[in-house]
């Protein structure tokens, strides 16, 4: 199984916790010619920046690593580069770069330096934001709100598709016996991964 497979049907197991613009994305990245990937470059700065809002989004626990441990932080800008359309590439960068913005507007550094309370209340805000923007639809808030519904999937996906999401924060059975769609969980037990 090729990694495009693999990703296809850990987007279908999580179902609606990707939204239908990442499915539909991932499913037609077979056919994305080779002159629309890498259309956006991303610094070392804004890769820790993903790797924070990532960690914000899923963090560690005392059951699992988080985002960061799982490694999400690389996966978001090569699934933007390697998966999306230019044009998707380059509202997802522009996101990013106003929301770092914003940041070093408000807080004088790096979202990466800031403390994680005022992390969580920039992410809620931009959640808020974007949630606004599906009734309010403000062209100049488009890409904001196309950044935060993107990374906060693309965490989804790279966290369940990686080995500390499949094995850690999900029951895992490394051969499993046949399949039982109704078979019981047991009271706070987490779901299956296989």
């Known amino acids: ?9 850990v987007a279908i197991l999580l179902g609606t916790a990707i939204s239908a613009g990442t499915t539909d994305i991932l499913f037609s990245s077979y056919t994305l010619p080779e002159s629309e990937k890498n259309a956006v470059n991303f610094s070392a700065e804004q890769i820790r920046t993903l790797t924070e809002i990532a960690d ?18 690389k996966f978001i800008p090569m699934m933007v580069n390697d998966c999306y359309p230019a044009k998707q590439q380059q509202s997802f960068y522009k996101g990013l770069t106003e929301f770092e913005a914003r940041t070093k507007k408000q807080y004088g550094k790096s979202f990466a330096l800031i403390p994680l309370a005022e992390r969580k209340k920039m992410l ?26 993107t990374v906060r999937d693309l965490t989804s996906l790279g966290y369940f598709s990686s080995e500390i999401g499949c094995t850690k924060a999900r029951e895992y059975v490394q051969i499993p016996g046949s399949y039982d769609g109704a078979y019981p969980l047991k009271p706070g037990q987490k779901s299956w991964a296989t």
């Open 1 to 9: 199984m090729d990694r495009r497979e693999a990703l296809r049907s």
């Open 56 to 73: 914000v989004i899923i963090p560690t626990t005392k059951s699992s690593g988080g985002a960061k441990a799982a490694g999400v932080g």
């Open 124 to 149: 809620n805000a931009l959640r808020q934001e974007t949630l606004d923007q599906k009734t309010n639809k403000l062209p100049e808030r488009a890409d904001i709100a196309y950044f935060f519904t």
